[in-house]
């Protein structure tokens, strides 16, 4: 019997530089690539540096293996433009990708786009999207199809995927819309790594990040100096939820505090405004034995925040390691 693997989709953590930006997403695609990880994350949102369409052909075109996460969200684009991508990199580069399916994005973004669905309808949105998207890439023959949001009259995609390059898709959010388009589309369902760690695991797909040392104390001391506290950070994150209505953003915003917990829960990166996650920081033992508790639960698939420096990844790959499930 094979032994179960996790599929980790590596991301970098916030990066305000655009000198930078392509580089570092560069640099994690290429560690990502050559140590086995199914490929990175790649962001969407009207602050986004590089489209991530493009950036996911620029990652595709430069690794041997890499299927990047790209996140989509209905508001930038039809189904059947997102469709076309897909069955374009699957004909270039004979590998599938997985789609991040999200609603969100700043509520002032919305306005500028003049989106004014309210939060629900646009999780309504979002399975109409999947559900035609999977009908195009999967039908021989041409496509009707009757929404709230989209219509489609005879309209084909050519050529039909077959079944190995069938994208995945993903869906975030932990309002009960999103957890109710999940079930209904069939989508995996992802959720924030809880503080209390596997007790609080519900979802096969968890978003967090990993700062890992070969001791306890080491990867406490050096999670602290690489994410340090500062007041203008933590306003720059108020200031950002007063632009959002993201459920997820919401509670871990919400009555949590940035003190790194006995069990190796740390929300400080998060409420800097340094990462979109908590993290897990520990030995490589440690954090790979809950890893395994993970597994045990069902959990598949993570998002994996990770700092863009080749020590600080290695660390993480010996992290995983411990695991013993990548």
């Given at each position: 019997?094979?032994?179960?693997?996790?599929?980790?989709?590596?991301?970098?953590?916030?990066?305000?530089?655009?000198?930078?930006?392509?580089?570092?997403?560069?640099?994690?695609?290429?560690?990502?690539?050559?140590?086995?990880?199914?490929?990175?994350?790649?962001?969407?949102?009207?602050?986004?540096?590089?489209?991530?369409?493009?950036?996911?052909?620029?990652?595709?075109?430069?690794?041997?293996?890499?299927?990047?996460?790209?996140?989509?969200?209905?508001?930038?684009?039809?189904?059947?433009?997102?469709?076309?991508?897909?069955?374009?990199?699957?004909?270039?580069?004979?590998?599938?990708?997985?789609?991040?399916?999200?609603?969100?994005?700043?509520?002032?973004?919305?306005?500028?786009?003049?989106?004014?669905?309210?939060?629900?309808?646009?999780?309504?949105?979002?399975?109409?999207?999947?559900?035609?998207?999977?009908?195009?890439?999967?039908?021989?023959?041409?496509?009707?199809?009757?929404?709230?949001?989209?219509?489609?009259?005879?309209?084909?995609?050519?050529?039909?995927?077959?079944?190995?390059?069938?994208?995945?898709?993903?869906?975030?959010?932990?309002?009960?819309?999103?957890?109710?388009?999940?079930?209904?589309?069939?989508?995996?369902?992802?959720?924030?790594?809880?503080?209390?760690?596997?007790?609080?695991?519900?979802?096969?797909?968890?978003?967090?990040?990993?700062?890992?040392?070969?001791?306890?104390?080491?990867?406490?001391?050096?999670?602290?100096?690489?994410?340090?506290?500062?007041?203008?950070?933590?306003?720059?994150?108020?200031?950002?939820?007063?632009n959002t209505d993201s459920v997820w953003k919401r509670k871990l915003y919400e009555g949590q505090t940035a003190d790194l917990h006995d069990?190796?829960?740390?929300?400080?990166?998060?409420?800097?405004?340094?990462?979109?996650?908590?993290?897990?920081?520990?030995?490589?033992?440690?954090?790979?034995?809950?890893?395994?508790?993970?597994?045990?639960?069902?959990?598949?698939?993570?998002?994996?925040?990770?700092?863009?420096?080749?020590?600080?990844?290695?660390?993480?790959?010996?992290?995983?390691?411990?695991?013993?499930?990548?």
């Amino acid at each position: 019997m094979t032994q179960p693997r996790l599929r980790i989709f590596p991301a970098i953590s916030r990066n305000r530089d655009p000198s930078k930006y392509v580089a570092e997403l560069m640099r994690v695609a290429g560690f990502a690539d050559r140590n086995g990880f199914e490929g990175i994350l790649l962001f969407e949102g009207n602050d986004v540096l590089v489209e991530p369409w493009a950036m996911a052909q620029h990652i595709m075109a430069q690794t041997e293996r890499s299927s990047p996460l790209i996140a989509v969200n209905p508001v930038y684009m039809h189904p059947f433009t997102a469709a076309k991508f897909v069955s374009s990199f699957a004909q270039l580069y004979g590998r599938k990708v997985y789609l991040n399916m999200i609603t969100g994005t700043a509520v002032s973004d919305l306005q500028g786009l003049g989106d004014d669905q309210s939060h629900g309808d646009r999780y309504v949105r979002l399975g109409e999207f999947v559900a035609l998207m999977r009908q195009l890439l999967a039908s021989p023959r041409p496509v009707n199809f009757a929404g709230k949001f989209y219509r489609a009259a005879n309209l084909q995609l050519r050529p039909r995927l077959t079944p190995g390059l069938m994208p995945e898709f993903l869906i975030a959010g932990q309002s009960e819309a999103a957890q109710r388009i999940a079930g209904e589309t069939g989508c995996i369902k992802m959720q924030m790594l809880p503080p209390d760690l596997e007790n609080g695991l519900n979802a096969p797909g968890m978003n967090f990040g990993i700062f890992a040392r070969e001791k306890r104390d080491e990867a406490r001391r050096a999670a602290m100096q690489r994410f340090r506290d500062d007041s203008d950070s933590r306003e720059l994150l108020t200031l950002t939820m007063e632009n959002t209505d993201s459920v997820w953003k919401r509670k871990l915003y919400e009555g949590q505090t940035a003190d790194l917990h006995d069990n190796g829960y740390w929300l400080l990166p998060f409420l800097t405004f340094q990462a979109d996650c908590p993290y897990l920081v520990g030995s490589y033992a440690e954090i790979g034995a809950k890893l395994k508790a993970f597994a045990a639960k069902g959990l598949t698939t993570v998002m994996l925040d990770m700092v863009s420096d080749e020590a600080e990844m290695q660390h993480v790959c010996k992290a995983l390691a411990a695991s013993g499930m990548f």
